[in-house]
């Protein structure tokens, strides 16, 4: 995709990703991220969450895919965040990752997007990007 093709408004394709117990087991291994909270239904709940739920890097992986789902292999993410996470994303809930383009910097070659991700409860968690795109 060349940076002339990008437009404000433009939506990235969503990515739909259930919560399962064994999606936050597998991806507290892989990072290593061995607080309870993320995979220990019991501890979650004496936290004040409904269950295990997603931490940052799961949240910031998929930011990652969406981008990478949209734009390809060849731009370069310069930035991701500010992120703020106000709602759980916990096991039994399906989470919906969506994204906009805010601005287009064709002489600089970037590109700001504003992301999101929806569940039942409504909107979960923000966050912005920068990518840079070679043409």
């Known amino acids: 995709m060349q940076i002339s093709d990008i437009k404000p408004g433009d939506t990235l394709p969503e990515i739909s990703i259930p919560i399962t117990l ?3 087991v597998m991806e507290a291994g892989a990072n290593r991220d061995m607080s309870l909270i993320h995979h220990d239904t019991g501890v ?4 004040g969450a409904p269950d295990a739920f997603a931490n940052t ?5 998929m930011f990652e895919r969406l981008m990478r789902d949209w734009i390809g292999p060849k731009a370069r993410i310069r930035k991701i965040g500010p992120l703020r996470m106000m709602i759980f994303n ?3 809930d399906t989470v919906q990752f969506k994204g906009v383009v805010e601005a287009v910097d064709e002489a600089a070659g970037t ?3 504003d ?5 039942e409860r409504g909107k979960t968690v923000t966050s912005k990007a920068v990518l840079e795109v070679k043409d």
């Open 44 to 47: 979650a709940q004496a936290t």
């Open 90 to 92: 916990a096991v039994g």
């Open 111 to 113: 590109v700001a997007v």
């Open 115 to 119: 992301m999101w991700v929806e569940s």
């Open 57 to 61: 890097y799961f949240l910031m992986g």
């Open 22 to 24: 064994q999606r936050l």
